[in-house]
């Protein structure tokens, strides 16, 4: 999920008014209090604040989480009090693992709705944080792996955060990053032959380039290649070249055909039994080779669901 940081105005909160000032309360009360909840949400000061509370799980998601933090996120984007939203993990290592995939996988087999349900609530909310017209600040601080992911640990500092020292913060970040203190990007030594190699029409050619160029970097490639979905490979490379030309809700669209696609097939299920559940690494691909991977496949896996489609 993105970032979007808004400038937030320096001006002192207007003094409340005590009815409204008891309806705050209220709502502030409304929230979650209970420590053992998957979702803790307060509010402090202006900030708006969303914890994932499943340290355990590495703070997998789960559809009861995403339909508590949809709304609640909607409420803050509409209300005049609220600033900034902010989003973090509970526990000291970690941020969100993504999706609870155990989960969806088992409730895939039996054709049970959350693989439905899941997905369609998990990209309503990335559409919802992508277009959030507050400042939505992901904390990441940890294992960090797919959804809900971004500014500095000062923010989780801030006991009462108010506009203005949200906003010091905002300013002081902003002010750190200069050019001159861009780092070196991790491959950039390697960009001259991604894009030889990686610029091609298919994946089989993208294969047959790493195999004629030769060097250890693309023989590293070829090796992680090897040990991926077949299926999964292309739709991934189509996905990217379609995707590059969609808008933000026809990308969560695609996706969203694109998960129950996969949902529809083997290799979702056969790649959380040999990662997750068994653990031996050695997942058996259906197709096991790119070739038999036809295109008539692929079109039906973007193809449009029709009344099921993802409606944001």
């Not at 509370?53 to 989480?65: D, E, F, H, I, V």
Request: proline share 4%; charged share 30%; net charge neutral.
């Amino acid at each position: 999920m993105g970032l979007l940081v808004t400038p937030v105005m320096r001006k002192c909160l207007p003094r409340l008014k005590p009815f409204s000032r008891l309806q705050i309360t209220l709502r502030h009360l409304s929230m979650t209090k209970d420590p053992s909840a998957e979702v803790l949400l307060e509010k402090r000061g202006c900030a708006g604040i969303i914890t994932m509370n499943r340290p355990k799980a590495l703070n997998a998601l789960t559809l009861s989480m995403l339909q508590q933090i949809y709304p609640q996120l909607k409420k803050w984007e509409q209300d005049p009090e609220t600033y900034l939203i902010l989003i973090k993990g509970a526990g000291e290592k970690v941020f969100c693992a993504g999706g609870d995939i155990k989960a969806i996988s088992e409730a895939g087999k039996h054709g049970d709705r959350l693989r439905k349900d899941f997905f369609r609530e998990e990209y309503r909310l990335n559409n919802a944080t992508g277009t959030c017209k507050k400042p939505y600040v992901a904390l990441i601080d940890g294992i960090t792996m797919g959804g809900m992911a971004a500014l500095e640990k000062d923010l989780i500092e801030l006991i009462s955060p108010t506009k203005a020292n949200v906003a010091d913060v905002l300013d002081s970040y902003h002010k750190e990053c200069k050019l001159d203190q861009e780092k070196e990007f991790i491959l950039g030594e390697h960009m001259d032959k991604i894009n030889s190699l990686f610029s091609a029409n298919s994946m089989e050619e993208i294969v047959q380039n790493l195999k004629k160029d030769g060097s250890p970097f693309a023989l590293d490639q070829l090796k992680t290649i090897a040990k991926m979905s077949p299926t999964s490979l292309k739709i991934t490379f189509r996905q990217l070249k379609e995707g590059a030309s969609l808008n933000l809700q026809d990308v969560f669209t695609m996706e969203y055909r694109l998960s129950q696609a996969c949902m529809r097939g083997h290799d979702f299920f056969e790649g959380v039994r040999a990662v997750l559940i068994n653990k031996d690494h050695s997942p058996k691909w259906k197709p096991a080779v790119l070739e038999e991977v036809t295109d008539e496949l692929l079109d039906s896996c973007f193809k449009s669901l029709g009344s099921d489609d993802l409606r944001l």
